[in-house]
């Protein structure tokens, strides 16, 4: 169960870019200029504070919660890898530098910095379908086919196999995550199929679960 939460978080990315592409397409679709700059000031003020807070406790805070004791006072006082690497948090580029997984600040925050380079390319994607659903849908596609062709290569390359779970318990997982895990364009699969399926929920209502419903309540109704 533990070794298959590394694929997991593929349905956290598809769920992402689902509401991304609903959301933002949701403020075209009503007349509107999509406000590119707006939304990712809108993401960044919404997660940087708390982010921020969390950055500091693990970079003073937790040292002196786990390392302090009677037998470790000579143990830093702060956490010497967010001393040195603590901005590519904030910058959301941590999944890429530094380039050691032991090395980032915070090691699961990988997934915001992931998350957050993906959103970036929505809003242009959104745009580019209400001018020209063919051509966006076309674009997402060869989006879609060179991640997995880019994935592919990266692991013929390293000799890698195309999963987690054959690490289960090995150190080499220390290698592959930086490698293939954490990189947008590696991980773009899901997070692609998740704007495609917000933008056909907006524009499809047949495939919406709100038409589900309300076409069950009418075939009981008429029964």
């Known amino acids: 169960m533990l070794d298959n939460a590394f694929p ?10 689902l509401l991304a ?6 403020v075209a679709k009503k007349g509107r200029k999509i406000p590119f700059v707006k939304l990712l ?15 500091m406790c ?8 786990v390392f302090k004791s009677p037998t470790s006072m000579s143990l830093p006082s702060v956490d010497p890898i ?24 915070f090691p699961v925050a990988w997934y915001l910095s992931l998350d957050m380079q993906l959103f970036v390319c929505v809003p242009f994607i959104v745009f580019l379908f209400t001018k020209h659903r063919k051509a966006a849908m076309s674009c997402l596609l060869a989006l879609l086919c060179a991640s997995w062709i880019v994935t592919a290569a990266i692991d013929y390359h390293w ?19 930086p490698d293939v895990y954490t990189k ?38 008429a029964h």
């Not at 956290?12 to 870019?17: A, C, D, E, N, T």
């Not at 592409?21 to 949701?26: K, S």
Request: glycine share 6%; net charge positive.
């Open 82 to 105: 967010c001393e040195k690497y603590w901005w590519t948090n904030l910058l959301f580029v941590s999944n890429f530098y530094p380039t050691k997984l032991a090395d980032i600040c």
């Open 8 to 17: 997991s978080v593929d349905s956290f990315l598809f769920v992402s870019g």
């Open 21 to 26: 592409a609903y959301i933002i397409l949701g």
């Open 184 to 221: 947008p364009y590696t991980r773009a699969g899901p997070y692609i199929i998740g704007v495609i399926t917000g933008m056909l929920l907006l524009r499809a209502p047949y495939l919406h679960p709100d038409f589900f419903l309300r076409s069950s309540v009418h075939c009981r109704l």
């Open 159 to 177: 000799n890698e196999p195309p999963n987690v779970l054959p690490y289960a318990g090995q150190s080499g997982i220390d290698t592959w995550k």
């Open 41 to 55: 000031a809108m993401r960044v003020l919404r997660l940087l504070p708390l982010y921020t807070f969390i950055i």
């Open 58 to 65: 693990q970079w003073w805070l937790l040292p002196y919660l």
